[in-house]
């Protein structure tokens, strides 16, 4: 049953406790819940996920990732845990903690082998999102990131209307046609009451390997105006770099890629925590 008084968005939610749907899981004492959507897929929300998780880790908060895109779990590989299984105690699962103390809960740590397919309907996949909330054994977290499927379906309306997200990171790229379907995920969270707090814009820009020049790649460039339109603040921007691919190898940002990374995602993870200070 639903009680106000250990659900980590009481005070922020809207919901009154009769009609609110979600469950609380008496293991986990979470702070801050919060998603990371899109709306539009392959932009780079599971990566900005994963860079944030890290950034925060980084200032000594305590932090957990949700895979929530179960039929394309990618933060496992993203984390460098895709040999890790998540095993059952009685009816709660553990979640797979990394080398930093992140706590991850993905499909594909209870899949037998990461490249079957989950074939499963909309209801059955909700019930999963459900259950990643319900019976992790999250413990004790500052923020609890959770990486939202792509698109304004089925299971994003699960996320939103059964797990107590506090808000929403957009993530977003610089092209029109992407801003107008982040623009309806902004609107679907409207719809259900959850806050967006603001925007990462990934694959912004890529800088000349020569000069270091900033090349904008996509001419029809509309951030401000997507910004404007939706009254949202831009957190960060990162480049289009194959840095992004070494994501899984480093798990402190020591190494100088790492330290790039940082320094693109760190104005967003500052921007968080304030945001809840
Ligand atoms: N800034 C970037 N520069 C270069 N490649 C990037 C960047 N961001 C993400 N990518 C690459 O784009 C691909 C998609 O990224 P990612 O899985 O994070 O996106 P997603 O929005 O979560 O996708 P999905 O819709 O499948 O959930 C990955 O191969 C990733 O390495």
């Known amino acids: 049953m639903s009680n106000c008084n250990s659900c980590p968005s009481k005070g922020t939610c809207g919901k009154s406790e009769d009609s609110c749907g979600i ?53 496992p590989r993203l984390m460098g845990l895709e040999r890790e299984k998540a095993y059952g105690t009685n009816d709660a699962i553990q979640p797979v903690i990394d080398k930093d103390g992140i706590k991850v809960m993905s499909l594909n740590f209870l899949m037998e082998d990461e490249n079957q397919p989950v074939v499963w309907r909309g209801p059955i996949v909700g019930n999963a999102v459900r259950q990643f909330w319900t019976d992790v054994i999250w413990g004790e977290l500052d923020y609890l990131l959770i990486d939202m499927p792509p698109g304004t379906g089925d299971v994003a309306l699960t996320v939103l209307q059964n797990i107590p997200v506090n808000g929403v990171v957009m993530v977003s790229t610089p092209q029109p046609m992407v801003s107008m379907i982040v623009s309806k995920a902004i609107n679907m969270c409207h719809q259900v009451e959850v806050p967006v707090l603001g ?27 997507f910004l404007k339109e939706n009254n949202l603040e831009l957190w960060a921007e990162l480049p289009m770099t194959p840095s992004i691919n070494m994501i899984h190898q480093d798990d402190n940002f020591d190494s100088e890629t790492a330290k790039e990374m940082k320094a693109w995602i760190q104005p967003a993870a500052e921007k968080l925590v304030e945001k809840f200070k």
């Open 199 to 225: 925007v990462i814009e990934n694959m912004s820009y890529v800088v000349c390997p020569d000069c270091g020049k900033r090349i904008e790649i996509f001419q029809q460039k509309n951030t401000e105006d």
């Open 23 to 75: 469950q609380n899981n008496v293991n986990n004492k979470i702070k801050h819940v919060i998603g990371v959507m899109s709306g539009k897929g392959g932009v780079g929300k599971s990566s900005m996920s994963v860079l944030l998780a890290k950034a925060l880790a980084d200032m000594g908060y305590q932090v957990g990732i949700m895979d929530a895109d179960i039929t394309g779990p990618s933060i």
